[in-house]
Every structure is written in structure tokens, then in C-alpha cells.
């Protein structure tokens, strides 16, 4: 079965700190990957997905994830993380072969940015 | 344009009773998914519907759960006799043509 492990429950940091989520997942064939971030209050909101081509992706509010395909993984970057980043951040998967596919999200990293 | 959009935002329920869930999704939006976030962990994959067809109902957890979309626009989840372990956000989505899945604010439902 598909899982998606995400290693940290909970990150503080303080600004200008530079951040890195890490994420794997497990899943033979090909996928595609996704960060969802949800800010307090606000609902799931995509932060950036990798589909195919560049594995580095860049998404909105300045961060980008590397997909190595080698390590099954996904990590999430940021080189100076502001206050409001504050939110929950989710790694998730879902199959590549057809874009209407249900995605299998992480547990989440809650990311705590001390001003 | 408007997002998704669910009511209620919030529900609580007496166990046992029914409750139905409601997801207005993006206007054009062919497929809609419904997901299960339990307190502190990711959403959990409930049901696609492509269309008015159900594709995929495999995330259900058991047969209290249904789920419909009959016009192939808005969708309810039901269930049937709730339980202390519902108690969840459900949250509905629907696909974009950047192949992007849009949720809504979700519903907290709280089962006493």
C-alpha cells in the first residue's frame, strides 16, 4: 500500500532560519508529489506539485521540494523562513498514471516560527 | 471565482443520529473526492466521484458512510448511526485542470 512518512511532528525555528522538511513515500510506480500547506484557520492550499520533468520544483512564498527518485523522496525547502510561515505543512502522493487520483497525504510537520 | 465550499462548517451529533455533509464544489469541476481528517493526522482518502459516478469508494470505513453526487455537481456525505470515532474535519475537493485539487474549509463533525 502507498504511505507517506514525514519525518518531524513539530519544527520551530526562529525567522530567517532556513528550513528543510523532509518526506518520503512509498509507491513503485510513477507519482506524482505534492506540499499542501494550511495556515491557522485556512484550509489546505497548494504549495507547489511535481508531475514530471525539472525534480526541482519551486512553489509559492519562496519555497521549492527536490524529488529524488533514487530515495523515494520529496523534501521541502525554504532558505529564510518568515512568521508567517506558521502552519501545518503536508507531504502527499498520489499515482501518476491518471491525474484523477485520490492523493495519500502524511501525518503533517507543524512549523513554528518564533518572531 | 468562488472556491469549495461545505456546510455546515460545523456539526455536532448525539451518537446514533444521522448527519449529512455538503460539498458545493468549483462550478465545471468534473471530478469531486471526499477525505477524513482526524485530529492531528493527514486526510485520509473516503471517496471519488467522476461525475455523477462513484469511481472510487475503497476509503470508506464502513457501511454507515455514503456518499452521492446525483446531478454530477453538488455532493452529500451521509452517515448513518454515528459513532464516537467519527468525530472528524471532512473535507471535500474538487480537480482543476492543472490537475490541482481544490478543498474546501471542511466540516468538524463532533459525535457526543
Known amino acids: 500500500a502507498q504511505s507517506v512518512s514525514q519525518h518531524n511532528h513539530h519544527v520551530i525555528l526562529s525567522e530567517a532560519a532556513s528550513l528543510e522538511l523532509g518526506c518520503n513515500y512509498s509507491y513503485g510506480g510513477t507519482v506524482n508529489l505534492f506540499w499542501y500547506v494550511q495556515y491557522p484557520g485556512q484550509h489546505l492550499q497548494l504549495l507547489l506539485k511535481?508531475?514530471?520533468?525539472?525534480?526541482l520544483v519551486k512553489g509559492i512564498k519562496g519555497f521549492e521540494a527536490e524529488f529524488i527518485k533514487s530515495k523515494f523522496s520529496f523534501n521541502l525547502r525554504k532558505p529564510s523562513v518568515q512568521w508567517s510561515d506558521t502552519a501545518e505543512y503536508f507531504c502527499a502522493v498520489s499515482p501518476g498514471y491518471s491525474s484523477a487520483s485520490k492523493i495519500i497525504f502524511g501525518s503533517g510537520t507543524r512549523l513554528s516560527i518564533r518572531p | 471565482g468562488a472556491g469549495v465550499s461545505q456546510s455546515p462548517r460545523y456539526k455536532v451529533a448525539k451518537r446514533g443520529q444521522d448527519v449529512a455533509l455538503r460539498c458545493d464544489p468549483i462550478?465545471?469541476?468534473?471530478?469531486l473526492f471526499w477525505y477524513q481528517q482526524a485530529l492531528g493526522q493527514g486526510p485520509e482518502f473516503l471517496t471519488y466521484?467522476?461525475?455523477?459516478?462513484?469511481?472510487?469508494k475503497s476509503g470508506l470505513p464502513s457501511d454507515r458512510f455514503f456518499a452521492e453526487r446525483p446531478e454530477g455537481s453538488v455532493s452529500t456525505l451521509k452517515i448513518q448511526r454515528t459513532q464516537q470515532e467519527d468525530s472528524a474535519v471532512y473535507l471535500c475537493?474538487?480537480?482543476?485542470?492543472?490537475?490541482?485539487?481544490?478543498f474546501g474549509p471542511g466540516t468538524r463533525l463532533t459525535v457526543l
Open positions: 475537493a474538487s480537480l482543476g485542470y492543472s490537475n490541482e485539487q481544490f
Open positions: 462550478s465545471g469541476h468534473v471530478s
Open positions: 466521484f467522476q461525475n455523477e459516478a462513484q469511481l472510487d
Open positions: 511535481y508531475f514530471s520533468g525539472d525534480p
